[in-house]
């Protein structure tokens, strides 16, 4: 059991290129998440999926694109990338059904020059 | 929406003592608090939760409290040990699945 598992780990981007970042879960969840972590600003959602064929926009939403591909599979994409988008961004995910555990993915370190 | 705040934002203590972790939040629909450990470079990892329902809960060397009339729990680490040293963030869910993050306390054991 894998738990959340998220690729790539690490990726460098100059401005105005586009990339995909994929996250994927085996614990059968309804809910998926996507957050950005900077330095002193915790964890802000950026979308999230609460069931299959649905998301919503976070607290963060601009820049960004998502897909929920199937049950496991949630992807975020940066289709022009910022310096200012430079974060660490989480993948997690949830039961769903209400106020639930969320188990959260090993991250991916994006740098945009 | 819900806003969640920490104090103290660092908080340095002794190994072998007892370290405590506020968080306040807003909106009085919450019913869900759980505490996430994030390590150097690791992701957050949930350590303890507690529903609105329950006043406290304790696991080993770690507990949570909330005070509903308040709107704030705290997060109590006894016997602190160096592998203690961390950040930790609170959230507060309210059922819709989402939750709402606090923005940390960096905790740092001294040995």
């Known amino acids: 059991n894998a738990g959340v598992t998220q690729t790539p780990k690490f990726q460098v981007l100059k401005t105005g290129q586009s990339m995909t970042l994929q996250c994927a879960q085996d614990m059968n969840h309804n809910s998926m998440y996507w957050y950005r972590q900077d330095p002193g600003m915790g964890l802000r959602l950026i979308y999230y999926s609460a069931s299959e064929g649905t998301t919503d926009k976070g607290e963060v939403p601009n820049g960004y694109n998502v897909s929920r591909l199937n049950k496991r599979e949630f992807s975020l994409r940066l289709e022009s990338a910022a310096p200012s988008q430079t974060s660490v961004y989480f993948c997690?995910?949830?039961?769903?059904?209400?106020?639930?555990?969320?188990?959260f993915g090993p991250g991916t370190r994006l740098t945009v020059l | 929406g819900e806003n969640v705040e920490q104090h103290p934002s660092t908080l340095s203590v002794q190994e072998g003592d007892s370290a405590v972790i506020k968080c306040t939040y807003s909106d009085s629909a919450s019913n869900y608090f759980p505490w996430y450990k994030q390590e150097l470079g690791k992701r957050p990892q949930l350590i303890i939760d507690?529903?609105?329902?329950?006043g406290e809960k304790k696991d080993q060397r770690i507990a949570v409290t909330l005070n509903k009339t308040a709107k704030h729990f705290s997060l109590h680490i006894t016997e602190t040990q160096p592998e203690d040293s961390a950040v930790y963030f609170c959230a507060a869910g309210d059922g819709n699945n989402r939750l709402a993050f606090g923005k940390g306390n960096q905790v740092v054991v001294i040995p």
């Open positions: 507690i529903r609105s329902n329950v």
């Open positions: 997690a995910s949830s039961t769903g059904g209400g106020s639930d555990t969320q188990y």
